[in-house]
């Protein structure tokens, strides 16, 4: 492991242990002198990292083998090394498919805080001969308990925004970014939003629901969501909403997550959404009413 690579995993390691609650570690002197010595000087030092003790390993992605997909989606934390089979399966391989992905899913353990602390995992619902898909952040409380995404009052808002769309629940898949619940440790209630290290771990996962599912539409709730699926590091959802962004060639629709319009419940705010909603229903040529376009209109 040279230089970089272990000052990543290092980092990654703290982060880990910071979200799980600790707040000192012990490192001796020899090790800080080390870490603290300019990047530039010990790339260029093949012999700099043995002396340093690995404590912080380099977690591995889940390698997820997909039926009908000869090398593993992903080997790379990072969503840019996806590779996506674009296969066109029939609804057989597709449920075939997505089964053993599932199966993955449910026996991870590459978050080992939040392997430990989770009920279930909460892999995602609904169908997977769909053209539209909802992406969230990750479970919270709620969805943990049920194992499925989106069911607390965000859920219930959601399933009424689909309504409003014309359409169900179940003709719609709903996924995460994030498939188990960020622990909150000391703390018996309230979620956090998921890490960049957590999100990065498990996107392959959802980046691989995508793949088979490979809808005409995403819509991304909330900022979480979009940092985890499109890496748009720092840029808030407020500038990022309303706007055509692209995953794997699959057009993809910022908007904000139910969980905002539950706290902030003015009509312009719902009319933002709402609009997102229209544009989504425009791009998958769903028929639209005047009534449809008129909602949360102040007149
Ligand atoms: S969050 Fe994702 S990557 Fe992490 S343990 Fe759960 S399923 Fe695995």
């Known amino acids: 492991m040279d230089y970089p690579e272990l000052l990543e995993a290092t980092i990654r390691h703290l982060e880990e242990e910071k979200a799980r609650g600790v707040r000192h570690v012990n490192v001796d002197r020899e090790v800080l002198s080390r870490l603290a010595r300019p990047i530039s000087r010990s790339i260029a030092r093949s012999d700099a990292s043995p002396s340093v003790p690995e404590t912080a390993p380099r977690p591995q992605s889940p390698r997820i083998e997909v039926p009908g997909q000869s090398a593993p989606v992903s080997e790379s934390r990072r969503v840019e090394k996806f590779e996506p089979t674009r296969v ?16 993955r899913a449910m026996g991870c353990a590459l978050c080992p805080n939040l392997a430990a602390a989770r009920t279930q995992v909460v892999f995602g619902v609904g169908n997977i001969h769909t053209e539209l898909m909802f992406v969230g952040e990750a479970p919270g409380m709620d969805e943990d308990r049920q194992g499925e995404p989106f069911v607390g009052k965000a859920g219930e808002l959601l399933n009424k925004i689909i309504g409003a769309m014309g359409l169900k629940r179940e003709e719609i898949y709903i996924g995460n970014v994030v498939k188990c619940r960020p622990d909150t440790p000391g703390q018996a209630s309230g979620n ?79 009319r933002k959404v709402w609009e997102d909603m229209l544009a989504a229903m425009e791009r998958l040529g769903l028929p639209i009413s005047e009534k449809q376009r008129g909602y949360f209109l102040q007149k």
């Open 88 to 103: 066109t399966r029939s609804r057989e391989e597709k449920e075939t498919a997505m089964a053993g992905l599932r199966e």
């Open 192 to 270: 956090r939003p998921p890490t960049p290290v957590e999100m990065a771990a498990c996107l392959p996962f959802l980046a691989a629901q995508i793949d088979i599912i490979q809808p005409k539409v995403i819509v991304c709730l909330g900022t979480s969501a979009v940092q985890g699926l499109l890496g748009k590091k720092q840029i808030g959802i407020t500038r990022l909403r309303g706007k055509w962004m692209s995953f794997e060639g699959i057009p993809v629709m910022p908007t904000y997550h139910p969980a905002y319009l539950l706290r902030n419940q003015s009509v312009s705010e719902k």
